[in-house]
């Protein structure tokens, strides 16, 4: 009796969840970061299905610790978002939901938006859904080609090819530009993104191409290729050692110059120092004229009486009479009269000299 019960009531579920059939098959979905997606979500409805129509969009969060999020809800005819990292970028894409499609378009994608999406239709008494998969891949971007190494004939060098970003698996492949050129015989690298060059050639001199794609987009970069002679490296050393010597004896030149004109302004310097303190003070008038008088009193004694009058004449004249007048005459050295008889103690011969008038004749 349990037994048929259970079987009556497996079948009633059965039947009533078979009222609401989703048609939608696709179930996988992989879009690069940035594109807009659309998760279709198409269904029938069964006349016997007669309460209002409510459609669910849920997110299934890949962290089993999370509970899986509303995103956009259908019910009573009005729309509600309640997504907050989807606001503004989800929406249904049919204006008139009752007529059974519940499509979504998600905008701008983000490496966030990854995980399983699950569409629920609701018209009691049917019920269906369906889950799918978002996978959201970054494409290649910010390529660049370069060779690491030495491109000189004879050489070994590689062609070497990095992609920024990317999600994986990245494929990367190389061709020469234009493509109708030979490709010359490289060694194999394990990995493509690298072409090994061994004993370089001038043939290896050219344009080459890598391209990296994934399952979402590509990208490319370009490669200019020049084998080259080796440089004469000892002519190049021996001007970078030559160079360095002309440097270093300009500059020696130029410290000997400046030592030289400091020693000679320094030099300058001292001579003139010197000559202001050796240079004695000018001797006053004063003691001009006291010297003058003194060599003329101590050379009375030894004049003869036949030249005496010349030298009374002719010596006292020759002191400059203003010497005498701006020079303060000292009591010390006023004039004395000497006697008679101490000129005659000093040899001195007595002359008589006719007195004269005032008018030049003798009396």
């Not at 459609?55 to 309640?82: A, H, L, R, T, V």
């Not at 493509?192 to 970069?221: K, L, M």
């Not at 110059?257 to 004063?286: G, L």
């Given at each position: 009796?349990?037994?048929?019960?259970?079987?009556?009531?497996?079948?009633?579920?059965?039947?009533?969840?078979?009222?609401?059939?989703?048609?939608s098959?696709?179930?996988?979905?992989?879009?690069?970061?940035?594109?807009?997606?659309?998760?279709?979500?198409?269904?029938?409805?069964?006349?016997?299905?007669?309460?209002?129509?409510?459609?669910?969009?849920i997110?299934?969060?890949?962290?089993?610790?999370?509970?899986?999020q509303?995103?956009?809800?259908?019910?009573?005819?009005?729309?509600y978002?309640?997504?907050?990292?989807?606001?503004g970028?989800?929406?249904?894409?049919?204006n008139?939901?009752?007529?059974?499609?519940?499509?979504?378009?998600?905008?701008?994608?983000?490496?966030?938006?990854?995980?399983?999406y699950?569409c629920?239709?609701?018209?009691?008494?049917?019920?269906?859904?369906?889950?799918?998969?978002?996978?959201?891949?970054?494409?290649?971007?910010?390529?660049?080609?370069?060779?690491?190494?030495?491109?000189?004939?004879?050489?070994?060098?590689?062609?070497?090819?990095?992609?920024?970003e990317?999600?994986?698996?990245?494929?990367?492949?190389?061709?020469?530009?234009?493509?109708?050129?030979?490709?010359?015989?490289?060694?194999?690298?394990?990995?493509?993104?690298?072409?090994?060059?061994?004993?370089?050639?001038?043939?290896?001199?050219?344009?080459?191409?890598?391209?990296?794609?994934n399952?979402?987009?590509?990208?490319q970069?370009?490669?200019?290729?020049?084998?080259?002679?080796?440089?004469?490296?000892?002519?190049?050393?021996?001007?970078?050692?030559?160079?360095?010597?002309?440097?270093?004896?300009?500059?020696?030149?130029l410290?000997?110059?400046?030592?030289?004109?400091?020693?000679?302004?320094?030099?300058?310097?001292?001579?003139?120092h010197?000559?202001?303190?050796?240079?004695?003070?000018?001797?006053?008038?004063?003691?001009?004229?006291?010297?003058?008088i003194?060599?003329?009193?101590?050379?009375?004694?030894?004049?003869?009486?036949?030249?005496?009058?010349?030298?009374?004449?002719?010596?006292?004249?020759?002191?400059?009479?203003?010497?005498?007048?701006?020079?303060?005459?000292?009591?010390?050295?006023?004039?004395t009269?000497?006697?008679?008889?101490?000129?005659?103690?000093?040899?001195?011969?007595?002359?008589?000299?006719?007195?004269?008038?005032?008018?030049?004749?003798?009396?």
């Amino acid at each position: 009796m349990e037994l048929l019960l259970a079987l009556v009531l497996l079948g009633w579920a059965t039947d009533m969840s078979g009222s609401v059939t989703i048609t939608s098959t696709e179930e996988m979905f992989e879009k690069a970061r940035g594109e807009t997606v659309h998760l279709p979500c198409k269904f029938t409805l069964d006349p016997k299905d007669i309460n209002p129509l409510l459609i669910e969009w849920i997110k299934s969060s890949p962290d089993s610790q999370n509970s899986d999020q509303e995103i956009i809800i259908f019910s009573g005819g009005s729309i509600y978002n309640y997504s907050k990292d989807l606001k503004g970028r989800v929406y249904f894409t049919s204006n008139d939901l009752k007529l059974g499609d519940a499509s979504i378009n998600i905008t701008d994608l983000q490496l966030s938006d990854m995980g399983t999406y699950q569409c629920k239709v609701q018209k009691l008494p049917g019920v269906a859904n369906k889950k799918m998969q978002l996978s959201v891949l970054v494409k290649p971007s910010g390529t660049r080609c370069y060779i690491d190494g030495s491109s000189v004939i004879g050489s070994d060098f590689k062609l070497k090819c990095e992609s920024e970003e990317g999600s994986l698996p990245l494929y990367y492949s190389w061709q020469r530009v234009p493509i109708t050129e030979k490709f010359p015989s490289v060694i194999a690298d394990p990995n493509p993104a690298i072409i090994s060059i061994r004993n370089a050639t001038p043939e290896f001199s050219g344009t080459y191409s890598c391209s990296v794609r994934n399952r979402v987009g590509a990208d490319q970069c370009l490669l200019r290729v020049n084998v080259v002679p080796p440089s004469n490296t000892a002519g190049t050393i021996a001007g970078a050692i030559i160079g360095t010597l002309c440097a270093l004896l300009l500059l020696g030149l130029l410290i000997f110059c400046c030592c030289k004109k400091h020693k000679e302004e320094k030099y300058e310097k001292e001579v003139h120092h010197d000559i202001r303190e050796d240079v004695p003070p000018p001797k006053s008038r004063t003691s001009t004229a006291r010297s003058y008088i003194g060599s003329n009193h101590s050379s009375l004694g030894s004049m003869s009486p036949s030249n005496i009058e010349g030298y009374t004449k002719a010596q006292y004249n020759q002191v400059p009479s203003d010497d005498f007048d701006r020079t303060p005459q000292s009591p010390s050295f006023a004039p004395t009269k000497v006697a008679a008889s101490n000129l005659s103690r000093m040899g001195a011969i007595p002359v008589m000299i006719p007195a004269q008038s005032k008018d030049g004749s003798i009396v």
